[in-house]
Every structure is written in C-alpha cells, then in structure tokens.
T-cell receptor, first 114, second 112 residues
Framework: DAGITQSPRHKVTETGTPVTLRCHQTENHRYMYWYRQDPGHGLRLIHYSYGVKDTDKGEVSDGYSVSRSKTEDFLLTLESATSSQTSVYFC?????????????FGPGTRLTVL | AQSVTQLDSQVPVFEEAPVELRCNYSSSVSVYLFWYVQYPNQGLQLLLKYLSGSTLVKGINGFEAEFNKSQTSFHLRKPSVHISDTAEYFCAVFGGYNKLIFGAGTRLAVHP
C-alpha cells in the first residue's frame, strides 16, 4: 500500500468554523490531490498540487484553499465550514501526474458540519 | 470535456454468478480509462487501467474490462463473484491536466 495517511479520520464541527485536513505521504511523489466523495457524484477534484508551493484548482474548489510547504504534506482548509461541505475527503498521490500514472488514495476523512 | 456515466447505481448478484458493471465515457481526445474499487470504510484501490494496446484488460482479483471505442464503453466483468467482492466500483477517465474524472459509482452487493 502506498504510504498515505490522512488526519483527522473523523471530524465534527460547526458551521462557520475553520477546518484543516492533512494529507501526509512517504512516497516522495510529486503530485497530490484532494477529492470529495458524495453520494451520486462519485469523487470530484477540489485542488491539486504539482510541487512544493505549486497548486491549482479542480472542479469544486469554491470554499476551499490548499497549501503545500513540503513535498510530503498537503493541507486542505475550509476557511468557514458550511453544511454543504459535509463529505468524505480523500487525498491521492501520483508520481508524475501523467495520463499513464496511477493515483493512490488515502483512507479518507469523514467531515460533518453541523 | 470528458465525462463518465456508470449506468447502474446498484447491482445485486448471487455468489458465484457472473457480473458486469457498465461504464460509458465521453472524450474528444485519446482515452485513458480506469476502474477503482472501494471497500467499506476504505480508500480507493486501482483494479485495472486501459492506456493503449489490447482492448481486453486484466486486473486484480479476477476482474477484467473491455475497451470498446465504437460504443465508447469500458465495462467491468468477473465470471464468478465472491462475497468479498461486495464494494463500490468507480470508473474514471483521465481528464487532462493531471485530473481523473470519476463516474458516480456502482454498488455491487454479492449475496450468498
């Protein structure tokens, strides 16, 4: 299994509070991704990173920001959580981001916003 | 723009029966296709991928998929399922700019 950990694994928070989710990898892969999983939607890309301090938006980036100060860590921040951001969040990594690459997924973080 | 449609949200099947999970894609460029499996309370794991070459792709756990360009399909099959195959299955297409576009998922329930 790819060395990907996510923390916390579960979180319950209240509307309007800031939340930060962490993804940590031990594979030294260049690309890292944040997805959210919702019933009927599969997984949708929030943001991704192609190197330290290099990030870009995905299809559902509104209300989210990311940071990557080290190769191994990719942080997802909800500046002011809303109930619509209740979801399961997955981090993924890939070595080069090429179309032939496999993306490896972490175990997920279940976030509930009350 | 690329997109993926998984035609069945749920597929019930009895143990040792064959199963097919259907996936159709839309793409205007070269196609790279993937099937992932998600076991309960776990992350996604790659089952198989089509990049080029033979249209029949074999994956882990006895699964295989066939790429059909004329029908824009990439259906997943297994000749005999086990209880342990109960999971959610996701079809995905490489969407360019290092992104995967996922379908909504198919929940496979294997009954004894």
């Amino acid at each position: 299994d790819a060395g990907i950990t996510q923390s916390p694994r579960h979180k319950v928070t209240e509307t309007g509070t800031p939340v930060t989710l962490r993804c940590h990898q031990t594979e030294n892969h260049r690309y890292m991704y944040w997805y959210r999983q919702d019933p009927g939607h599969g997984l949708r890309l929030i943001h991704y990173s192609y190197g330290v301090k290099d990030t870009d938006k995905g299809e559902v980036s509104d209300g989210y920001s990311v940071s990557r100060s080290k190769t191994e860590d990719f942080l997802l921040t909800l500046e002011s959580a809303t109930s619509s951001q209740t979801s399961v969040y997955f981090c993924a990594i890939s070595e080069s981001g090429q179309r032939t690459d496999t993306q490896y997924f972490g175990p997920g973080t279940r976030l509930t916003v009350l | 723009a690329q997109s993926v449609t998984q035609l069945d949200s749920q597929v019930p099947v009895f143990e040792e029966a064959p199963v097919e999970l259907r996936c159709n894609y839309s793409s205007s460029v070269s196609v790279y296709l993937f099937w992932y499996v998600q076991y309960p309370n776990q992350g996604l794991q790659l089952l198989l991928k089509y990049l080029s070459g033979s249209t029949l792709v074999k994956g882990i756990n006895g699964f295989e998929a066939e790429f059909n360009k004329s029908q824009t399909s990439f259906h997943l099959r297994k000749p005999s399922v086990h209880i342990s195959d109960t999971a959610e299955y996701f079809c995905a297409v490489f969407g360019g700019y290092n992104k995967l576009i996922f379908g909504a998922g198919t929940r496979l329930a294997v009954h004894p």
